[in-house]
């Protein structure tokens, strides 16, 4: 599994991104897709998952009502738009991916529960 992020860069304070995640290798059908993010100093922490199969989307408390994870089937490829965006939304956001037949998704939020990363893309947010 390949997956390629992009999309970060620097915004002001209330402000919208939206970032990609290319992913190739296999067919994603039986997989979560997701996205965590990891701050200066700080441990890497789950933002958003989509059960590819059936579009099932899952958030974390932060993100809620502000974060839409979505995906392009036909391009595999994955996307987190990020609408008013605070300062504390500034990390290095990564993407992920995870086989989900037998994964609870209470798990979603464990780093360990996901098999595939890819590199990180920075998301900065100025205040």
């Known amino acids: 599994v390949q997956l390629q992020a992009s999309g970060g860069g620097l915004v002001q304070t209330g402000g919208s991104l939206r970032l990609s995640c290319a992913a190739s290798?296999?067919?994603?059908?039986?997989?979560?897709m997701g996205w965590f993010r990891q701050a200066p100093g700080k441990e890497r922490e789950f933002a958003a998952a989509?059960?590819?199969?059936?579009?099932?989307?899952y958030y974390a408390d932060s993100v809620k009502g502000r974060f839409t994870i979505s995906t392009d089937v036909a391009k595999n490829t994955v996307f987190l738009q990020m609408n008013s965006l605070k300062p504390e939304d500034t990390a290095v956001y990564y993407c992920?991916?995870?086989?989900?037949?037998?994964?609870?998704?209470?798990?979603?939020?464990?780093?360990?529960?996901?098999?595939?990363w890819g590199q990180g893309t920075l998301v900065t947010v100025s205040s």
């Open positions: 290798g296999r067919t994603f059908r039986s997989y979560y």
């Open positions: 992920a991916a995870t086989r989900g037949l037998f994964l609870q998704a209470s798990r979603l939020t464990h780093v360990g529960s996901w098999t595939d």
């Open positions: 989509m059960w590819w199969s059936d579009g099932s989307t």
